[in-house]
T-cell receptor, first 117, second 118 residues
Framework: SQTIHQWPATLVQPVGSPLSLECTVEGTSNPNLYWYRQAAGRGLQLLFYSVGIGQISSEVPQNLSASRPQDRQFILSSKKLLLSDSGFYLC????????????????FGSGTQLSVL | AQKITQTQPGMFVQEKEAVTLDCTYDTSDPSYGLFWYKQPSSGEMIFLIYQGSYDQQNATEGRYSLNFQKARKSANLVISASQLGDSAMYFCAMREDGGGTSYGKLTFGQGTILTVHP
């Protein structure tokens, strides 16, 4: 069965410090991968998605970047964190396919609570 | 304009009773999908149920059913026989086909906190 691992679970970082959150998926190949952010008490906002190694699409301009160095690895990074980067970050995957279907289900990791102080 | 609207910030229900969580959506795309996710206090998003815009019947998954009213653009989640473990945040989400360019983008509502009382 497929599993998704995301770490760390919590992170407290000072403003201006770098960030690296990692996500890996097991039990599937060539998944679509996603990074979402959830502000406190709010819905999720898509940050990045990837349909393959080295292929990254950004949904919103921001202080963050994403990379996919391996098929099942997705990394969220920042060179210098801002206070506004605080939030709950969720990695997700779905079955890779040539075209995206409306019934494509996303499966989420357990999330990382990031606090920038 | 909000694409997904959940008007109930919080809902309370007695254990073993049914509860309906409201969701309305806005799209001009004829092809779209509607999802419900559950987020317990642990933070993980758990997929519950899916309804396609062309599906003729309401979706059901165990104790979850989706009351899909296309003309009213509503996709309410019905949880039957509520259990204490159902206490969580519930999100409605939509994916529009966008001519095949939606790229997995789910648009989420603001969520509804459900509390099940014993």
């Amino acid at each position: 069965s497929q599993t998704i691992h995301q770490w760390p679970a919590t992170l407290v970082q000072p403003v201006g410090s770098p960030l690296s959150l990692e996500c890996t998926v097991e039990g599937t190949s060539n998944p679509n991968l996603y990074w979402y952010r959830q502000a406190a008490g709010r819905g999720l906002q898509l940050l990045f998605y990837s349909v393959g190694i080295g292929q990254i699409s950004s949904e919103v301009p921001q202080n963050l970047s994403a990379s996919r160095p391996q098929d099942r690895q997705f990394i969220l990074s920042s060179k210098k964190l801002l206070l506004s980067d605080s939030g709950f970050y969720l990695c997700a995957w779905s079955e890779g396919q040539e075209s995206f279907a409306t019934n494509e289900k996303l499966f989420f990791g357990s999330g990382t609570q990031l606090s920038v102080l | 304009a909000q694409k997904i609207t959940q008007t109930q910030p919080g809902m309370f229900v007695q254990e073993k009773e049914a509860v309906t969580l409201d969701c309305t959506y806005d799209t001009s795309d004829p092809s779209y999908g509607l999802f419900w996710y559950k987020q317990p206090s642990s933070g993980e998003m758990i997929f519950l149920i899916y309804q396609g815009s062309y599906d003729q019947q309401n979706a059901t998954e165990g104790r979850y059913s989706l009351n899909f009213q296309k003309a009213r653009k509503s996709a309410n989640l019905v949880i039957s026989a509520s259990q204490l473990g159902d206490s969580a945040m519930y999100f409605c989400a939509m994916r529009e086909d966008g001519g095949g360019t939606s790229y997995g983008k789910l648009t989420f509502g603001q969520g509804t906190i459900l509390t099940v009382h014993p």
